[in-house]
């Protein structure tokens, strides 16, 4: 079945860093990838949607400078967190709109971040 | 308002029972689809079931189905002969007509299997 890689699966990094998450679409083409954001043991928050070619739209409150999405390519999308702090740890994940299948969506695995 | 509300924060059942976990959710749209996923501890969203709003029969694959109710907006999981690597959070989704694929996420039910 279609598969998202989502790299890396988790990243401690100082505070202060930038740290980029890539979303891959192995075998389908992904035009809408969707980021999310997620705390212990609460639901997945819609960051911002993305659609290959064209910026990305931020959720309410979701700091656009913050929280760099780029989706350059229909098997890429990238979101960079800059100038990360602790309060930005977290689980991000990412979702591709894929017309492969009839439910529609396929999840990556997740990134685990941790800033110290 | 809330548009899906999951009223059970957290579950535990016996093995081998079958387990249902409510969904209830808030749409004006006539077309819309319900969507449950499981998300054990690694993280991973795994997609389990999914009801349009006008498919006549409930959703099944294998022990999973859906109870769909759709005058009184519900849209239960219901999982048969519940098994240990059941437990996980279960969460609902739905996707309304014009909402650019977005989905609305339910707060999730933590389901724990007994031996």
């Known amino acids: 079945g279609a598969v998202v890689s989502q790299h890396p699966s988790w990243v401690i990094c100082k505070s202060g860093t930038s740290v980029k998450i890539e979303c891959r679409s192995l075998?389908?083409?992904?035009?809408?990838m969707f980021w999310y954001r997620q705390f212990p043991k609460q639901s997945l928050m819609l960051m911002a949607t993305?659609?290959?070619?064209?910026?990305?739209?931020?959720e309410q409150g979701v700091e656009k400078d913050k929280f760099l999405i780029n989706h350059a390519s229909l098997t890429l999308s990238t979101l960079t967190v800059t100038s990360a702090h602790p309060e930005d740890s977290s689980f991000y994940i990412c979702?591709?709109?894929?017309?492969?299948?009839?439910?529609?969506?396929?999840f990556g695995s997740g990134t685990r971040l941790t800033v110290v | 308002a809330q548009k899906i509300t999951q009223t059970q924060p957290g579950m535990f059942v016996q093995e081998k029972e079958a387990v249902t976990l409510d969904c209830t959710y808030d749409?004006?749209?006539?077309?819309?689809?319900l969507f449950w996923y499981k998300q054990p501890s690694s993280g991973e969203m795994i997609f389990l079931i999914y009801?349009?709003?006008?498919d006549q029969q409930n959703a099944t694959e294998g022990r999973y189905s859906l109870n769909f109710q759709k005058a009184r907006k519900s849209a239960n999981l219901v999982i048969s002969a519940s098994q240990l690597g059941d437990s996980a959070m279960y969460f609902c989704?739905?996707?309304?007509?014009?909402?650019?694929?977005?989905?609305?996420w339910g707060a999730g039910t933590k389901l724990i299997i007994k031996p």
């Open positions: 075998d389908f083409q992904a035009t809408t």
């Open positions: 993305s659609n290959e070619g064209s910026k990305a739209t931020y």
């Open positions: 979702s591709a709109r894929d017309r492969g299948t009839y439910y529609g969506y396929t």
């Open positions: 009801q349009g709003s006008y």
């Open positions: 989704a739905m996707r309304e007509m014009d909402s650019n694929y977005q989905l609305i």
């Open positions: 749409t004006s749209d006539p077309s819309y689809g």
